[in-house]
Structure formats: structure tokens, C-alpha cells
């Protein structure tokens, strides 16, 4: 996926909005809830890794920087491990956060910027 494809995605063309933080935590929540009542152990397996990946994605969410270079640091870490990964979960979550750091960048590009406060000597 290349840096254009990323902000068009950001801009909102045929995807779904990211999940907040809380709301990816509640997810987890739900789907560890969901996992102690299933009997399946492999539907378990299933469940636990997306609940995993879910909480990887909050906490990557959650420490996000908002310097504009930090942010495209990120955006081209995750292309690299998408290019990277052949498991469809993983590159569902990427993608995610593909997304959220092209929305983070344009909206950081946006705010108006504050020259830094020079300490009175």
C-alpha cells in the first residue's frame, strides 16, 4: 500500500470508521467474556487472538505521538509490515492502523502551529 492510498483511505472512501481506544478495549472485554462460554477450543484460539490483536491496536492507539514525523514513521512501519505478513488478521489490523495514523496526520497537519515558549533568561 503506498502513502496516497493511505490518505485516501483516511479521507474516508469506502471505509469504516476506527474504533476508539475505549471502544477496542470494551471489544476485548466482550471477547473474553464470549471465550469462557464457548466449549470449542479452536473457536476459542480464534477469539483469544483477535482479542489479543484488538488490545495490541488500543495500546499502539493509546501511545501514539502527534508529531507529524513520528506519525509518518508510523504509517510507513505499518506498510512495511503489511507488505511483510501473509496472515489476513494481522493485515486487517494494520490496515486499521494505517488508517487511524493517516486521520492522526491530517488532523495534526491541521492545528495551527504554537512556536515553542523561550524560557526567560
Known sequence: MVYGQI???AAGRGTAPLKSVNE????????HEAISN????GLKRELAARAFQLAQQAEEIAQSP???EMIRADINRYCRLLA???DQLHKQILQELLQFAAER???VSKEPRHPPAIAAI
Open 7 to 9: 490518505m485516501s483511505m
Open 24 to 31: 477496542l478495549r470494551t471489544e476485548v472485554r466482550r471477547l
Open 38 to 41: 464457548i466449549s470449542d477450543p
Open 66 to 68: 502527534e508529531d507529524p
Open 84 to 86: 511483510d505478513t501473509t
Open 105 to 107: 496526520l491530517q488532523r
